[in-house]
């Protein structure tokens, strides 16, 4: 015997609806999280520059995500091979959608090309930058000179330097009887620099070596050497 008010179209209709809001209470799980927080993916990774020189050059990177994600997560960031670019090891959003960060280089011999790869989740995009290496010269005028009198030292870079505070190098003479700075700030947005040296007098034809330093973790590192020579 049927229950009263038994209706086998609403009980049916009743089970259809209640499918539906599970198939779409999964779908929303699916696309947002159990938070109902949108499930974020990167989009890209792009750099501002393709090429970029030792010591002197900051490139800008840049990761773009679907969405924003929650606050306290982040993207891991690694370069092969390693230890030619310096980058951090983690980029976080912030809440946004957009994640920055700097890159700089380390001294290399001859061009090196660099993959950095960005992780999330199962998630990884990829980008490359060439690094070449950082080529200084070093000249002096006039040469040569009277002893005595003064002359100028100039030192110029393959590139401009990014930083804002310049790139510091160092200078030595082979000889006291030249005098120079013991260092030179090439300015940001420049690729050269000069200082003025003193001389001292000579009876003969004296050639001085000047020598341009690179201070590093390994030790100091001559870049570039001239001459200058000191006249009676």
């Known amino acids: 015997m049927k229950p009263t008010g038994y209706s086998p179209s609403f009980h049916f209709t009743s089970g259809l609806c209640t499918a539906l809001r599970g198939l779409a209470v999964a779908a929303v799980l699916l696309l947002f999280g159990p938070l109902g927080r949108a499930q974020c993916s990167m989009q890209s990774l792009?750099?501002?520059a393709g090429t970029m020189t030792s010591a002197v050059s900051i490139v800008h990177g840049q990761l773009n995500f679907t969405c924003a994600p929650a606050l306290g997560?982040?993207?891991a960031l690694s370069a092969s091979p390693s230890g030619v670019v310096l980058i951090p090891g983690t980029l976080n959003p912030n809440g946004t959608a957009v994640a920055t960060f700097d890159m700089t280089a380390y001294m290399v011999?001859?061009?090196?090309?660099v993959t950095l790869t960005a992780y999330y989740g199962p998630d990884t995009l990829q980008a490359t930058v060439t690094v070449n290496p950082l080529v200084v010269t070093a000249s002096v005028s006039p040469n040569p000179v009277v002893g005595g009198n003064p002359f100028q030292l100039t030192v110029t870079l393959n590139a401009n330097v990014d930083a804002s505070g310049g790139f510091g190098l160092g200078l030595s003479s082979g000889s006291g009887i030249v005098g120079c700075p013991s260092g030179i700030t090439i300015p940001q947005g420049q690729s050269s620099g000069s200082v003025n040296?003193?001389?001292?007098t000579v009876t003969s034809d004296d050639t001085v070596t000047l020598s341009v330093i690179f201070y590093s973790g390994g030790g100091p590192v001559t870049l570039a050497s001239t001459t200058v020579t000191l006249q009676p």
């Open 46 to 48: 792009t750099l501002s």
């Open 197 to 200: 040296c003193t001389s001292g």
């Open 73 to 75: 997560n982040y993207a």
């Open 109 to 113: 011999s001859q061009p090196v090309l």
